[in-house]
Structure formats: structure tokens, C-alpha cells
């Protein structure tokens, strides 16, 4: 029934041309690597920071290296890998990998992110305690989030999408004597479960539908959806539900923004390239059965734009320096997914998504960098006049800053830039509450800069905040590059053409570019002139501050709803089950016996009528029945 040896490829030498074995074989090393460093780290070197940083940084640093030397060699490769379940022609479901364009542009970026991060963590955790449990945890989400990359079948995803789920769960409650830091990390694991039953409900649709897991099976197998698209749509719409929770899409973003209670470089990595981007990418897997369903494909536009636009809203009236970022992830992730519905191939999110990777891993760095020298305080409000304490952190700031805004030449507007087109093509009203949710952006990031960074400091720690160590300026200055430049035409065409044309169908007007830079520089300047001088902030908007007031509608849910279903369930078990059905059949019976309990006289005579009294009767009722 189980067979583990049903692929000769994983085991034989002899079944693969050398080059194909060569590849094969650094495929595992860059998946396993990671878990090995976890392992050892955890079992071994846990009092030893030097050897449990290395271990970690070692680990990273092989992937990234393996990751390079694949997408060089462009080589496509599926391995099968070992059969896991095998029973027949019913189901077969393999622990294999894959490398094509798509994968290979993914590993790239995640391994380059996590391997600078693993670096940048040693100077941010220099005095922090659980430090090799901190590097053992970092590992082993790398390992997780490869598995959603490498994997060739949606049970092997789904397997690598729940350990980058219970890996984050417990990065985020790396400070778990915290009480707000052990909620975060509950509340992330909670909410990702809602999103993660209809992802597997989806999975369970599908494969019930095309009859096979593989991703080379189902995203071939649209014309079996051919004169049932209702089927299609459910089932995609279902498994975007995955989406909607790892990748923090409304209703599900609330846990994103109170991820931040974990360390910074925690934020960095969930919020660059790996964790909520790897809903993304599980759209951009199966892109050809959306972009055959013009339902699910609506559903995720209209998602991704209401997203986009309420996170850069409620991104605008944010005082803490990471939950402004985190708001700034929900939007952007809203971009992507947008696209995802608007484009016609997975080249133009994933476009957005690598761009986007880079910069904003710079901006929680950065806002690690000010939180060290702030002495962990948050509050910009509480800063000021940081660019002269600290010009690297701040240059490097203002990259990544303009990247996010959208200005012209830098890398976010090339990919943002060419969504909202898109857009304009698809439907006016998605292109201007994206061009909206622009302006906005460019807005609530240039009002941290000029709060944190301009002006005179506000506080003692300010006035004395230094540079931050070069083990955690010099990954800022090399995420600073990228940052302006991943966009560029000639790392588009390395990167993301691979991917599929990111044509336009017709030529948009001009205007369109005019209405991009206007936008851009209404939320810059804008935000400038109003918060260059303030003490405190000047516009404050309860609607906005209180984040739309979806968290007090969901603790009312969960305090009214949930708990009288809740009471109604305690009530029926101690009265109904307990009280009619446990309690009431224990009191009946003691009852009869207690009554029973006289007729024992104790003389043989009385027991002799009873005996003769019960045999007549039985005669006469068996009479009676005849």
C-alpha cells in the first residue's frame, strides 16, 4: 500500500545523466542544509553563540550559493524525490522538488534575503536572550519556506506551508515571558488556520476534479473544467482562502501588524520575501487555471484592491515605526494580488514581489537599526533628528523609502507602476483605489522619515542614539542597491521575463505616467509640509488610528458571538448531557434499585411467591399476545 521506493531518480545514480544528478543532488543539499544547521543547533552548540550563528549563516549562505548556481545554469528539473502514500491508481502523493523559471527566481531572492538577515540578527541579538534557539528557529523557517518553493505537488506545499506557519508562530513568540508577544504569536497561528481549512478544502476540490496533486497535472488540466466552471471557480477561490491568511489579504490581515511583537529581523524575513509573500507565490503556481476563471480571478482583484487600499489607510495614523512597515506590507501584498487578477501572466506579480522583497527587507532592517540605538523604543513620536546620529541608517532609509513611495527610478515604481496599468486595462475603479492607495503610501512613509529622522530629537535616548555596527549597516547597504535598481530593464529581463510577457493589450495614455508622479508627489510633499515642524501629530483621525475598527469588530465576535455559542454549549452539556441524559439515567437507576431494595425480606417463603407471582404473569402476557 505505502511504497518508499518508487523513484529510482532519488536513489540511483545510474538513472541520471551526471549533469542532471549533479543538479539533483545540490538541490537536496540547499533544501536539507537548513534543518541540518536547526538540528544541530538545538542538540548541540545551544550555549555556544558563535557556533549556532555560524551554523545558521553557513546553512543560509549555502543556499543562496546553490540557489545562484541553478538559476545560472537554467536548467528545468523535476525530481520525484520518494513516494509518501501510494495506494494505487487512487492516490500517490510524492515528497518531490522542482526547478523551473518561476522557482528559481523565488529561490534566488529568499535565500539572498535570508542569508543577509542571518548576518544583520547577530548584531541585533548580540544581548538577547534564547540566542541559538533564536538562530535555530530562523533556520528552520528557511527550511520550511524552501519547501513551498521547491515543492513539485500541492500535499508537499501544503506540508512546508504549515511549518512556515508553526516556525513563525514560534519566531514571533520569541519573547514568549511577554504576554503581548505570546497573544501575537497565538493570534497569527489562529487566523492562518481559518485561511488554511479552505486552502486544503480547495486542494481536496481539486484533486477530487483532475484526480492528481501535481502542479504539472493541474495547471494543464483546465479544459477538464470545461463544462463545469462553477466547480473550478469554488475550488480556486477556496485554496486563495491560503492566500488571504498568509498573505494577509482583508479580512485576515490582523494578525500582521501584532506580528511585530516578535524581533525585528523576524519581521524582515515574514515581511520580505518569504512568509506572507508565499501566497503569492502559490498563486502565481497554478496562474494558468485562474487567469481560465474569470470568477475566481474577479474575486482575487476585488480582494487585492480593497486590501490595498484600507491597509494604506489605516498605514497613515500608525506612531510605531514597525506597524507602520507592517501596514505597508498588507498594501503592497494587496498590489500583488491584484495582479494576480488583472495580468495576463505570473510574470508581473512576481515582478512586484521581487522588487518588493528587497526594499522592504532594508526598511525593517533600518527600523531595527533605530530600535537598537532608541534603546527599543517604537514611538516616532519619541525620536527626531536621527539623520545625523545615524547618516548610514538613514541614507539606506531613504532608499528603501523612495522605493516603496513609487518615485520615478527607483525599483517600486517600474513593478507598481505596471499593476496599476493593468488595472486601467481591466477596470477603472480597482486602477484609482490603487493609484489612491499609492499616494497614501508615499504619504505615511515620508511622514516617519520626517518624524524619526528630521527635526530636533524629542527625547534623551534620541539625543544620544549612535550608528548601529557594521555586521548590521553593511546588509543595509547591500539591500540599498537592489533596492533602487531591481527594477531596472536589464534585471527585469534576467529575473522575471522568464516568467511570462508582461505586455500591456493596448497602449495606455501618457497621462497615465503624469497621474503616477502626481500622486507621488502629493503624498510626499504633502506629508512633509504638514509634519516638518510638529511636535505631535497634527491629523488624527479615530476612524484610521484604530485601524478601520476591525479588531474591536472581531473582539465583539469573539466576546458575544463565540461566547454565547460558547455558554449555549456549556449549558446543554451540564444540563442536557449531564443533567437528562449522565445524571438522570444514574438517579432512575438508583431509584428502581432502591425500590427493588424492599422486596429483599429475606425469607425464603416471600421470595417463593414472588418467584410463582412473576411466572403467571409472564404466562398471561404470552397468552394475551397469542
Given at each position: 500500500m505505502f511504497s518508499f521506493l518508487s523513484s529510482t531518480s532519488f536513489f540511483s545514480p545510474f538513472s541520471l545523466q551526471p549533469s542532471a544528478f549533479s543538479l539533483s543532488s545540490l538541490l537536496w543539499i540547499i533544501y536539507l542544509a537548513p534543518l541540518l544547521a536547526a538540528a544541530i543547533i538545538l542538540l548541540i552548540t545551544r550555549s555556544n553563540k558563535p557556533a549556532a550563528a555560524g551554523l545558521a549563516i553557513g546553512a543560509a549562505a549555502i543556499t543562496c550559493a546553490g540557489s545562484w548556481i541553478l538559476f545560472l545554469q537554467k536548467t528545468n528539473l523535476i525530481l520525484p524525490g520518494f513516494s509518501w502514500i501510494n495506494t494505487g491508481d487512487t492516490l500517490n502523493i510524492s515528497i518531490g522538488m522542482m526547478v523551473d523559471p518561476l522557482s528559481r527566481t523565488m529561490l534566488v531572492v529568499v535565500t539572498t534575503i535570508a542569508t543577509l538577515v542571518f548576518i544583520y540578527s547577530i548584531g541585533y541579538m548580540r544581548h538577547e536572550e534564547g540566542f541559538a534557539r533564536f538562530f535555530a528557529g530562523l533556520a528552520f523557517f528557511l527550511f520550511s519556506m524552501l519547501g513551498?518553493?521547491?515543492?513539485n505537488n500541492f500535499i508537499m506545499m501544503f506540508i512546508s506551508w504549515e511549518l512556515v506557519g508553526f516556525s513563525s508562530y514560534l519566531l514571533i513568540m520569541h519573547y514568549f515571558e511577554k504576554p503581548a508577544a505570546a497573544d501575537a504569536g497565538n493570534q497569527a497561528f489562529m487566523v492562518n488556520r481559518i485561511g488554511d481549512f479552505g486552502f486544503l478544502l480547495g486542494i481536496?476540490?481539486?484533486?477530487?476534479?483532475?484526480?492528481?496533486?501535481?502542479?504539472?497535472?493541474?495547471?494543464?488540466?483546465?479544459?477538464?473544467?470545461?463544462?463545469?466552471?462553477?466547480?473550478?471557480?469554488?475550488?480556486?477561490?477556496?485554496?486563495?482562502?491560503?492566500?488571504?491568511?498568509?498573505?494577509?489579504?482583508?479580512?485576515?490581515?490582523?494578525?500582521?501588524?501584532?506580528?511585530?511583537?516578535?524581533?525585528?529581523?523576524?519581521?524582515?524575513?515574514?515581511?520580505?520575501?518569504?512568509?506572507?509573500?508565499?501566497?503569492?507565490y502559490m498563486l502565481a503556481r497554478i496562474f494558468p487555471l485562474l487567469h481560465g476563471s474569470p470568477t475566481a480571478s474577479s474575486v482575487v482583484m476585488w480582494i487585492g484592491a480593497s486590501t490595498a487600499l484600507a491597509a494604506a489607510l489605516m498605514g497613515t495614523q500608525q506612531n510605531d515605526f514597525k506597524r507602520v512597515l507592517a501596514y505597508s506590507t498588507i498594501s503592497q501584498l494587496g498590489y500583488m494580488v491584484t495582479a494576480v487578477g488583472v495580468a495576463p501572466s505570473a510574470g508581473v506579480p512576481m515582478f512586484h514581489l521581487f522588487t518588493h522583497a528587497f526594499f522592504k527587507c532594508l526598511l525593517f532592517l533600518t527600523a531595527g537599526s533605530v530600535m537598537i540605538s532608541m534603546h527599543h523604543e517604537l514611538d516616532i513620536w519619541k525620536m527626531?533628528?536621527?539623520?545625523?546620529?545615524?547618516?548610514?541608517?538613514?541614507?539606506?532609509?531613504?532608499?528603501?523609502?523612495?522605493?516603496?513611495?513609487?518615485?520615478?527610478?527607483?525599483?517600486?515604481?517600474?513593478?507598481?507602476?505596471?499593476?496599476?496599468?493593468?488595472?486601467?486595462?481591466?477596470?477603472?475603479?480597482?486602477?484609482?483605489?490603487?493609484?489612491?492607495?499609492?499616494?497614501?503610501?508615499?504619504?505615511?512613509?515620508?511622514?516617519?522619515?520626517?518624524?524619526?529622522?528630521?527635526g530636533t530629537p524629542r527625547t534623551e535616548h534620541a539625543r544620544t542614539a549612535l550608528e548601529s555596527p557594521l555586521v548590521m549597516t553593511l546588509p543595509l547597504l547591500l539591500l540599498a542597491i537592489p533596492a533602487v535598481v531591481a527594477g531596472y530593464p536589464f534585471l527585469e529581463k534576467i529575473f522575471i521575463a522568464p516568467l511570462g510577457s508582461m505586455a500591456l493589450p493596448h497602449e495606455v495614455p501618457e497621462y497615465l505616467e503624469w497621474i503616477f508622479i502626481g500622486f507621488f508627489f502629493l503624498g510626499t510633499v504633502g506629508s512633509f509640509l504638514l509634519y516638518r515642524n510638529a511636535a505631535k501629530d497634527p491629523m488624527v483621525i479615530p476612524f484610521l488610528?484604530?485601524?478601520?475598527?476591525?479588531?474591536?469588530?472581531?473582539?465583539?465576535?469573539?466576546?458575544?458571538?463565540?461566547?454565547?455559542?460558547?455558554?449555549?454549549?456549556?449549558?446543554?452539556?451540564?444540563?442536557?448531557?449531564?443533567?437528562?441524559?449522565?445524571?438522570?439515567?444514574?438517579?432512575?437507576?438508583?431509584?428502581?434499585?432502591?425500590?427493588?431494595?424492599?422486596?429483599?425480606?429475606?425469607?425464603?417463603?416471600?421470595?417463593?411467591?414472588?418467584?410463582?407471582?412473576?411466572?403467571i404473569g409472564m404466562i398471561l402476557l404470552l397468552l394475551k399476545i397469542h
Open positions: 513551498i518553493v521547491l515543492a481536496l476540490l481539486l484533486w477530487l476534479s483532475v484526480g492528481s496533486l501535481s502542479f504539472d497535472a493541474i495547471t494543464t488540466s483546465l479544459p477538464a473544467f470545461a463544462n463545469n466552471s462553477t466547480l473550478l471557480a469554488i475550488s480556486l477561490i477556496l485554496i486563495f482562502c491560503g492566500t488571504i491568511g498568509k498573505s494577509a489579504q482583508l479580512p485576515l490581515h490582523v494578525w500582521l501588524p501584532n506580528s511585530m511583537e516578535g524581533p525585528t529581523p523576524v519581521s524582515s524575513l515574514l515581511h520580505a520575501a518569504t512568509m506572507v509573500a508565499a501566497g503569492v527626531g533628528g536621527l539623520r545625523k546620529r545615524m547618516p548610514v541608517t538613514f541614507a539606506t532609509f531613504l532608499c528603501g523609502m523612495l522605493a516603496l513611495a513609487g518615485c520615478p527610478f527607483f525599483s517600486g515604481s517600474f513593478s507598481k507602476d505596471l499593476i496599476m496599468k493593468f488595472a486601467f486595462e481591466q477596470h477603472p475603479a480597482v486602477f484609482w483605489m490603487l493609484v489612491v492607495a499609492a499616494g497614501l503610501t508615499a504619504f505615511y512613509i515620508t511622514r516617519v522619515c520626517v518624524v524619526a529622522f528630521f488610528a484604530n485601524r478601520l475598527y476591525i479588531d474591536n469588530v472581531y473582539d465583539w465576535c469573539v466576546k458575544n458571538i463565540q461566547g454565547a455559542f460558547a455558554k449555549g454549549c456549556a449549558f446543554f452539556d451540564r444540563w442536557i448531557i449531564d443533567g437528562l441524559c449522565v445524571q438522570g439515567s444514574a438517579s432512575l437507576v438508583w431509584t428502581l434499585g432502591f425500590i427493588l431494595r424492599f422486596l429483599q425480606v429475606g425469607s425464603l417463603q416471600a421470595y417463593a411467591v414472588f418467584l410463582g407471582a412473576g411466572t
